[in-house]
């Protein structure tokens, strides 16, 4: 047990926390960094973003650092890690070694984890269930399971790969009788801005991740082996105990990485850059930026400064799939129609200081409200999606129509599908809203950003929340009460 | 926003990898971690432990980075975290700026973290939410927030402090119309080797907390410095709508850290060391080892090592408490008498050759199961407590009364109140059923690690769990798979 002595000071096996090398890494670090910081500047300008207005100012070191960060795995090495924390365990001294070996099945469940796709490089969430049968008296640190697992995930992956990688580093560094891997694996959707596509999204409480692209998958060596043996079923029933049904939820799904939605959108026929470009309803594509082959050129780049090699095989299609990605998110004319809005009609209301309005109508109001309509919008200081529902309050007339959930939808979509910030959004929509409707508004944005859970935060499960009210809403407690209470009880019975 | 420019390479304040100051930092962190390590060796001694044997050698130095690492907000800044991510934000270009300010509340809910409590020196786990109104156009990036209540979660803490001092933190940073922090923190019980204490303890997949210590806490500045202001009901109505209802359970508690379910552990006239030493049911200590004040004052050490200072008046009963919990695990003589289990008089049996039994006989057996037997047990790797609950299943002859529940209840604290792997545990709690009752024997342990979410690791949620078998269940596949769908079925029903 000579590693047990190794890396007294080594902190990056025990606390992920380098202490070592840092020169060496440093230097390296800081080209990669600048050349991926350069690629994203090509990205924001090809979407017709200004590079230096101020909430954009840093999102190119940012995005460079992010993805670093969540492709470190192949700066480090899953041997070290397992081989500091192997413990001889030989069972009780008084020599009852009647059980064979150093016992029976040791797993470790619900580890949370996120990778990158290797199909479209947007991050994937992952719940990892790890577990090994000791043999020749070794066993591991139980946090060990957890690590090397991590290290897999920090890269561009795949599915079936990432239980592979896992399940091969284990075996070669604990050398255990067996050690399988189980992995249930949820991809953000493509969505399209129409309607029906949106009724994917829940209530981001529910955290089932319903409308996600979701796949299970198992791998095993050694006395996993075979998927019908004896340790298999030992494995799947402690997962059982904790809710989690492979067997059912098990998708055989070919090696290739179709699970990754957006290889569903190249073309049949398609070669080299054919569908690169899809505007997205209506908007019309910048005329200033860089062309759509710059950017798929930017995003091969970073591919290079993430250590991987972009012209293997299954990156052929990534810088195309990511740049298919972003461009949905391009800037748009601010004097588009919006499904049968003209926003000219509504200009001089704009201009109209809404002080003015006449309060004593509006008591006469009744609250209506719109409640859990979904959106996807791009945060533009990470160029990570956040996505969730929207709550909108509003007070109209007596004997009025309410507005019609379509067209509360098509503000939300105006408003979500650019770079954003979900501040920013929840005052666009309610101003918007506003405009149309009255000026008695209350947005309620319940989100979850993909970029608090994979750029080193990790904090999954964390949700966000943002209130913006106007008129009636911003001055009478009540009426925001009386919302909110909606909302509650909406979101209480499962709406 | 000068502060948007500074620090491109400080790496620290967004993703984690301290890349700066390193020179500085691993001399000071050298010293403290090796001081750590020497403090924990006397505290393994005192236990009577062989600070020298295999699954012991490099605790010390893991207890010791997994502290520092723990306790690494001493050495953070809050306010470079918040000043690197502020955001301009002056809502519509138009200047439609109706809502005033910049717009309403903003909350990011259910941030997972854990401190170290100051009156005991163990992790609690705490849920977190913060809350903010911009003001002056100012808006700050949402997982700064959750990176400011890390720094401050990172030290020694007391639930109300903590909430404090992540509000002012973030109150100087952001100078927002009002900051609100509400906190849900969960202590470890102080278990008592008797039966009674152990109902607290659930299956881990629960993960309701059950059995520990609750508080909920919340602490407000400006808008929200009055506990009834409208700012405090649209924070408190954001948090319904996932579930948390603080006001209901808000529980006022003394500025005092009376949470902490080891203060009361202090005799009424308690002075100096009074009542350090509490000799576990009938264990005799051991009479090699350093003596106690000695492993207070080691414990006195290893606070002054995390840069506090011991002499505060929060610190002084700290070091007596951790011993305290500490010496619950003191390393039993293994021949004492265990709530009437004489082992003596099964030495004989646990010399026989138990291939010799009969198996004929014992295919008359019947299956007998015990299940959710709640244990606790100390990591001997970190020195932090795991806990859980065992499964047990076994082959007992026709018209045999099946074994008392207290008898394995008995067993499962025999092998878990002492340094401990869960491996061990399992084999051991396994070869101790079957001296007594027979050789057809299975053990399943579910546990959740504290040192799987409080050292880096951070994976909250995951659960272990381990499989022993012997005998019957060795060889027969059917009666293994037998009793896991008997916990199984149990476990789905909520048992």
């Not at 090398?21 to 994203?40: F, K, M, P």
């Not at 290739?256 to 569908?275: K, T």
Request: proline share 5%; with cysteine; charged share 20%.
């Amino acid at each position: 047990m000579g590693a047990l002595d190794e890396g007294h000071f080594n902190g990056e096996l025990e606390n992920g926390v380098k202490l070592i090398n840092l020169e060496v890494c440093d230097e390296e670090e800081v080209e990669a960094t600048a050349a991926i910081e350069g690629a994203v500047k090509v990205l924001l300008q090809g979407l017709g973003e200004d590079v230096n207005r101020e909430g954009l100012k840093k999102t190119p070191l940012r995005v460079a650092k992010a993805l670093r960060e969540g492709t470190k795995g192949y700066r480090q090495k899953a041997k070290d890690i397992v081989q500091s924390a192997l413990f001889p365990e030989a069972g009780l001294d008084s020599g009852v070694g009647y059980a064979g070996g150093t016992g029976g099945l040791v797993i470790v469940r619900d580890i949370d984890l996120f990778s990158y796709c290797e199909s479209c490089l947007l991050p994937f969430q992952v719940k990892c269930h790890v577990g090994y049968i000791p043999s020749g008296q070794r066993v591991v640190g139980l946090s060990k399971l957890s690590r090397v697992a991590e290290v897999f995930a920090r890269r561009l992956q795949e599915p079936r790969r990432l239980a592979e990688e896992i399940c091969s580093a284990l075996d070669s560094g604990i050398k255990p009788a067996g050690v399988a891997v189980v992995l249930q694996c949820w991809h953000i959707q493509f969505p399209e801005a129409d309607r029906n596509c949106f009724s994917q999204i829940h209530h981001p409480s529910e955290m089932n991740m319903q409308g996600w692209s979701k796949v299970s998958v198992r791998f095993g060596l050694g006395l996993f082996a075979n998927e019908g043996s004896e340790a298999w079923g030992d494995f799947l029933a402690l997962l059982k105990f904790r809710g989690v049904n492979v067997e059912k939820n098990h998708t055989k799904y070919p090696t290739s990485h179709h699970w990754c939605p957006f290889r569903s959108l190249d073309a049949p026929s398609c070669n080299g850059h054919a569908s690169t470009h899809i505007p997205l309803n209506g908007r019309t594509p910048s005329r200033t930026g860089p062309s759509q082959p710059a950017m798929v050129a930017a995003v091969a780049m970073i591919l290079n400064s993430l250590g991987e090699d972009p012209s293997r095989k299954e990156f052929v299609s990534t810088p195309r799939h990511f740049v298919q990605w972003l461009t949905k998110f391009r800037r748009p004319n601010m004097d588009m129609k919006l499904n049968g809005f003209d926003f000219d009609q509504f200009k001089p209301r704009l201009q109209k200081n809404m002080n003015d309005v006449d309060n004593s109508i509006l008591d006469q109001g009744e609250l209506q409200s719109e409640l859990n309509i979904p959106f996807w919008s791009l945060c533009e200081h990470h160029l990570l999606p956040f996505h969730g529902v929207i709550h909108i309050g509003y007070f109209q007339a007596k004997g009025a129509e309410p507005v019609e959930r379509s067209r509360l939808q098509s503000i939300a979509h105006f408003h979500g599908w650019k770079l954003q910030v979900q501040e920013r959004l929840s005052r666009q929509i309610m101003e918007t809203v506003a405009m149309i409707f009255g000026e008695d508004v209350m947005v309620v944005v319940e989100a979850s950003h993909t970029c608090m859970v994979s750029r080193g935060i990790e904090k999954v499960g964390t949700s966000t929340a943002t209130i913006a009210t106007m008129g009636r809403f911003s001055t009478d407690p009540t009426a925001k009460a009386m919302f909110l209470q909606t909302v509650s009880d909406c979101t209480a019975s499962g709406g």
